[in-house]
């Protein structure tokens, strides 16, 4: 298995209904967690990116969550229609994509 150049997290916490923090998978985690796998199949760059899912990332109020490493870079407020734009910009170029990073406060 080649070691990927960068690594991606996306946050699947499930909590009850009505947890007080509510939770990505509430949110639709697991819908964008099925978009990375896609896109990374389609682009076929097993062997540049991991996708991997994840419990809770921290700011679940900001969810669906994601975090790239190795340069930990947070993105918040994911949805499936961004994931394609993260994997051009980002995951196969060098750009994070700025107007999904979690805010400073954050991270
Ligand atoms: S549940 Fe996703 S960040 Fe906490």
Redesign the pocket.
Known sequence: MPKPQKHVFV???Q?PPGHP?????HKG?AEVLQTFWAELQKRNCFDRVAVTYS??????D????VVVYPEAVMYSNVSKEDVAEIFDSHLLGTTPVQRLLAPEVVW
């Open positions: 946050c699947s916490q909590r923090r509510g939770s990505c998978a985690g419990g809770c990332l921290g700011p679940c900001q969810g669906i969550n």
